[in-house]
């Protein structure tokens, strides 16, 4: 899932420069927070289970808790944005301070466009907003939820609307119920049978609906999940290395750097040190 917010944090900014092919390894889902998102540089593809749409330099993209998504790169533009990141909590601020309609209205939309003049409005605050999180500074916090509100009522007058494919189906039941199988489970030693027999299907059959539905194996799923919970106890906690990957569902140490390298292009110890 993605890196979660820090608890008793409402909001959060950061400015993110990634490579430019860029893709997130699985389906993502945000237990408790939204994401606003302003694409600087890059073109991206955005798969949701009822959606499909692409975001370009100046668009704005967003995603409520509780909806699977993954990101893909459809150009060799660097992939640059901002992203806030806003608790339930504020949330339910602004829908009982401001306006629910518009938050509902907004987040249900998940991409945004806009005039070159107003998109230039719009990416000036999310760089005022960086600069204030950056300092922090006593009260601002408090700043920042001020200006997300000004943020909201702004893309809320100036949005012209975006070309979102809605998907006939979702993904099948099956499939997202396997993919909670696995952030339940990921810690254990839990194989393609495991989850084959929990969605009551033969190994193969599974296998096959699993690899066409999400994009990549189930094995391959799996340790991508693995490794996104372990860059949380890299980030967040001073366990080491050894103790990281039993937690996580490697069988040791070794195993577990060899496949986080792979992923990352970086060892789990330079990652703790870099980040």
Known sequence: MPIQMPKNTLITVQKRHLAADYRMPQMEIAQSHY???Y??????????????????????????????????SISDKPYVNYLIKVSDKLADRFCSEVDPYIWNHIFEQKLLTFSDEDSAKIALYFEDMLKIYKENAPYSETVLCGML???????????????????????????????F??????MEDIRLADAAEDAGFSEGHFSRLF???????????????????????????????????????????DYFSSCFTKSEGITPVAFRKKI
Do not use: W
């Not at 000004?150 to 396997?178: P, V, Y």
């Not at 199988?181 to 990921?186: A, R, T, V």
């Open 211 to 253: 690899s066409a539905q999400v994009g990549t194996s189930f094995s391959r799923y799996l340790t991508n999940v693995r490794i996104r919970h372990a860059k949380e106890l890299l980030l967040n906690t001073k366990k080491p290395v050894s103790e990281i990957a039993l937690d996580t569902g490697f069988s040791n140490a």
């Open 35 to 37: 994401s606003i998102g």
């Open 149 to 179: 509100y000004r943020l909201m009522l702004l893309i809320n007058e100036c949005d012209k609307g975006s070309q979102i494919l809605h998907f006939k189906n979702e993904l099948s039941d099956t499939i997202l119920n396997a993919t």
């Open 39 to 72: 694409l600087i540089s890059g073109d991206r593809r955005i798969i949701t289970p009822t959606t499909r749409f692409e975001a370009h330099a100046g668009n704005v993209t967003l995603m409520p808790p509780l909806v699977y998504h993954r990101t893909f």
């Open 181 to 186: 199988y696995i952030e339940q489970h990921y």
